[in-house]
């Protein structure tokens, strides 16, 4: 089974990132920082990884494990532009009846199909 791209996956990576850094420059393992949140170490790299989602409370407990705050996972700009155009189209998407998702759908399609003219590409199947 393919796992589908979700916008919700560059903020898991970003925070995972930010995740590593810190527990890093604070010279802790994850086996340590795993055990203070009730975590197995394999789950930990998981969230350092931007694999597995963290729950809020779980990043409530690993910022105490840190010595930082919730907030500072979320500070800086989390996702680039194209992200957050992706995000928003999506969500506007969302809005949509079916019929109008379809429409767009055949749009956006059409608009690759045009972009990709005389490249020999598959075809894109949304």
Known sequence: MVRRYSPSDDVNYTIGKKIQEIRTSSGLSRHKIAKEIGVT???FQKYEEGVNKISASRLFLLA??????VKWFFEGDIMDTNNKITLAAFRNLMKCTVEQQATINNVIKSILKLQNQGENKEDIAV
């Open 64 to 69: 105490r494990a840190l010595n930082t705050s």
């Open 41 to 43: 170490h394999q789950q």
